[in-house]
């Protein structure tokens, strides 16, 4: 089966540093996935990881630690856009995606 | 611009009332998925599609079923809908070799 966890919420002040933290127990596990979704929208891309280590995409970074089957996204200098539901998800043979349970990122002036 | 529509964005339905969603794309990829998403839940994978080559999640309900009539279109009916039914449904499409899935807005379905 396959699993994952995250923080259900998180809460900032505009342009602070957060980190959400996903871990997982999955099998045929090929990489890391990042989505974001506001409210009443689709989830749109925002990174994959299929290696260990950082990947930065402008003000957002995801890492992975496939020996620790955890991994995190980093957002930098949030802003209020920022407020949103962000999704860790796994990705495994075929292209599947299994979703973490959604971490509510609440951004606060 | 290249993109995955889905079709109607919010649906009303009764119980028990059949209904089909649908989906188009103009991505050309061969991979559609649908997902339902429940409020403050995750996305969850109903069905997919490798080209015409359909795959059903195990524990998708029997009540729902799809077509893939051709590359660009995709429909999910729900044969009798129940008050558990109403969701978000979710369609995405990717290319067959893997990358990040693109979802469509989705279509909302109440079931009255």
């Known amino acids: 089966g396959q699993s994952l966890e995250q923080p259900s919420e998180v809460t900032a002040v505009e342009g602070a540093i957060v980190q959400i933290n996903c871990t997982y127990q999955?099998?045929?596990?090929?990489?890391l996935s990042w989505y974001q979704q506001h409210d009443g929208g689709a989830p749109t891309f925002l990174s994959y990881?299929?290696?260990?280590g950082l990947e930065e995409t402008g003000r957002f970074s995801s890492f992975l630690s496939r020996s620790d089957s955890y991994g995190y996204l980093l957002l930098q200098e949030l802003q209020m856009k920022d407020s949103a539901s962000y999704f860790c998800?796994?990705?495994?043979?075929?292209?599947?995606?299994?979703f973490g349970g959604g971490t509510r990122l609440m951004v606060k002036p | 611009d290249a993109m995955v529509i889905q079709n109607p964005r919010y649906q009303v339905t009764q119980f028990g009332k059949p209904v089909t969603l649908s989906c188009s794309q103009t991505?050309?990829?061969?991979?559609m998925y649908w997902y339902q998403q429940k409020s403050s839940q995750a996305p969850k994978l109903l069905f997919h599609?490798?080209?015409?080559?359909?795959?059903n999640e195990a524990d998708t309900p029997d009540n729902f079923q799809s077509r893939r009539p051709n590359t660009s279109f995709c429909f999910l009916d729900i044969r009798s809908p129940g008050l558990g039914d109403a969701a978000m449904y979710l369609c995405?499409?990717?290319?067959?070799?893997?990358?990040?899935?693109?979802f469509g807005p989705g279509t909302r379905l109440t079931v009255l």
């Open positions: 995405a499409t990717s290319r067959e070799g893997g990358g990040e899935q693109f």
């Open positions: 991505l050309n990829h061969n991979v």
């Open positions: 998800a796994s990705r495994s043979a075929g292209n599947m995606l299994t």
């Open positions: 599609y490798y080209d015409k080559d359909f795959n």
């Open positions: 999955t099998s045929g596990f090929y990489g």
């Open positions: 990881n299929a290696l260990d």
